[in-house]
């Protein structure tokens, strides 16, 4: 948005018909940053807390640390669960922003008209700023939703929520599970056979979909690794 002349009725004409708009930009903006962040806090009010004294008794705990259960998983689980929320959060912030760079656009015009000394850049500046900001706000936001399930995801996290609520698991599955780690001393040859091995013990299961699994069947994670230690 620019003046099209420096005559000053043909400035003060162009305001007047914008003048409306920046106003209703101007309350939007308000009510959108505000209302947006009222929500957020709503949303956050029953997030857990991973705390620096819950985190350093990890230390303290039997075994290494390296194998305790991630304090942050519950809550990334928590922003997975309210993925949908905290996007449409995102989007009123981001709006908000957009129709605020609307606005700083037009107070930036009209104050150049009154001060032509004023360095036009200045303008674009505030409306960059202001459309990056919304921009990153968005970016943001669905990083954390792609992240987070990937964490979750990943083989430690689900063996570390398995773990943390094994006590209300069926007893079946409690014992059907097995988080087991061996080192081995093999050959080339051997850690191919092995391979081979279990690759073949996977293969029935591996035609399994979600629309032809048995009842009693549930999705179940089976990591498969055979990797030599360096320098042995």
């Given at each position: 948005?620019?003046?099209?002349?420096?005559?000053?009725?043909?400035?003060?004409?162009?305001?007047?018909?914008?003048?409306?708009?920046?106003?209703?930009?101007?309350?939007?903006?308000?009510?959108?940053?505000?209302?947006?962040?009222?929500?957020?806090?709503?949303?956050?009010?029953?997030?857990?807390?991973?705390?620096?004294?819950?985190?350093?008794?990890?230390?303290?705990?039997?075994?290494?640390?390296?194998?305790?259960?991630?304090?942050?998983?519950?809550?990334?689980?928590?922003?997975?669960?309210?993925?949908?929320?905290?996007?449409?959060?995102?989007?009123?912030?981001?709006?908000?922003?957009?129709?605020?760079?609307?606005?700083?656009?037009?107070?930036?015009?009209?104050?150049?008209?009154?001060?032509?000394?004023?360095?036009?850049?200045?303008?674009?500046?505030?409306?960059?700023?202001?459309?990056?900001?919304?921009?990153?706000?968005?970016?943001?936001?669905?990083?954390?939703?792609?992240?987070?399930?990937?964490?979750?995801?990943?083989?430690?996290?689900?063996?570390?929520?398995?773990?943390?609520?094994?006590?209300?698991?069926?007893?079946?599955?409690?014992?059907?599970?097995?988080?087991?780690?061996?080192?081995?001393?093999?050959?080339?040859?051997?850690?191919?056979?092995?391979?081979?091995?279990?690759?073949?013990?996977?293969?029935?299961?591996?035609?399994?979909?979600?629309?032809?699994?048995?009842?009693?069947?549930?999705?179940?994670?089976?990591?498969?690794?055979?990797?030599?230690?360096?320098?042995h």
């Open positions: 948005m620019t003046a099209v002349s420096t005559d000053v009725e043909q400035q003060l004409a162009w305001e007047a018909r914008h003048r409306p708009r920046a106003g209703g930009a101007a309350i939007a903006a308000a009510i959108l940053s505000v209302g947006s962040l009222i929500w957020m806090q709503e949303a956050l009010k029953d997030l857990p807390r991973a705390g620096f004294l819950s985190s350093l008794a990890q230390a303290f705990k039997p075994g290494p640390v390296g194998e305790q259960p991630s304090l942050l998983a519950p809550v990334f689980q928590y922003y997975v669960d309210h993925g949908a929320t905290f996007i449409a959060i995102s989007v009123l912030q981001a709006i908000g922003y957009l129709l605020m760079a609307w606005l700083l656009t037009f107070l930036g015009a009209a104050a150049r008209a009154r001060r032509p000394e004023m360095p036009k850049l200045g303008i674009y500046v505030a409306l960059v700023g202001a459309v990056l900001l919304a921009a990153s706000v968005i970016l943001g936001e669905i990083g954390r939703s792609t992240a987070f399930p990937a964490f979750l995801d990943s083989s430690r996290s689900l063996a570390q929520q398995f773990l943390a609520g094994a006590d209300e698991e069926p007893t079946q599955w409690q014992e059907a599970a097995s988080l087991t780690n061996t080192d081995l001393w093999l050959s080339v040859e051997e850690a191919r056979e092995l391979a081979v091995a279990l690759a073949a013990a996977l293969e029935p299961y591996r035609g399994r979909t979600l629309g032809d699994r048995h009842d009693d069947t549930r999705r179940v994670r089976v990591t498969n690794m055979i990797v030599p230690h360096r320098g």
